[in-house]
Each structure stands twice: as C-alpha cells, then as structure tokens.
Nanobody
Framework: QVQVVESGGGLVQAGGSLRVSCVLS????????MDWYRQAPGKQRELVAI???????KYADSVKGRFTISRDNAKNTTYLQMDNLKPEDTAVYYC???????????????WGQGTQVTVSS
C-alpha cells in the first residue's frame, strides 16, 4: 500500500522561509511526477511547482524566484523550499504523485492529505 505524506508546514512571518516535504512510502517501481499544489480558502486548487523524472522544473508565475522544488529519487521524496513568503502564499499545500507500484503495469496518481502553511503580515 503506497502512501503520500506531506510534512513541514506551519506559521511564519512574511519574509520568512519554510520547507515542506512529500514522501512516498511503500514499494515504488517508478515515479513519473511529484508536484506541489496549493489551495487557499475560497479558491480553487492551483499548481505551484512541478518536477519531472529527469529533474526539469516549472513554477507558477506567482512563486518564481521564491520557491524551489527538488527531488531525492533514492528517498522517494520531493521538497518545496519556500523563501520570502508572502501572506498570499497562505494555503494548504498538497503533494501530487504519479507513480508505478511494484508489480503494477500502469501509473497511479495520489494526493497527499495536505499541510497548512500560514504567512502572517
């Protein structure tokens, strides 16, 4: 049974930094994507950052230059380093993973439970 678990959220003042992590636990054969999304109260879930299997990255315009996504394939983990945080970054941050489990012949996609990030002004 594969699980997607985020951690590292919290409360920080504007201008501060946080790092959130996402770990895939279980027997994983291949990971295609491990992306970060966020959802603020009353808003739709939006893409924050993506990282491909070869390390290529893309960011939402609103976080470019402030957020950095990285990936540790040996640990089935992805990180989102968030610097110079702004109050408008306040949201629940979700990890999305697309992966192939051991013994499977197709990719499954899972969402983590989310981790709250709150930035005070």
């Amino acid at each position: 049974q594969v699980q997607v678990v985020e951690s590292g959220g919290g409360l920080v003042q504007a201008g501060g930094s946080l790092r959130v992590s996402c770990v895939l636990s279980g027997c994983i054969f291949s990971i295609n994507a491990m992306d970060w999304y966020r959802q603020a109260p009353g808003k739709q879930r939006e893409l924050v950052a993506i990282i491909s299997s070869n390390g290529g990255t893309k960011y939402a315009d609103s976080v470019k230059g402030r957020f950095t996504i990285s990936r540790d394939n040996a640990k089935n983990t992805t990180y989102l380093q968030m610097d110079n945080l702004k109050p408008e970054d306040t949201a629940v941050y979700y990890c999305y993973a697309e992966f192939m489990s051991c013994g499977s012949m197709w990719y499954d996609d899972y969402w983590g439970q989310g981790t709250q990030v709150t930035v005070s002004s």
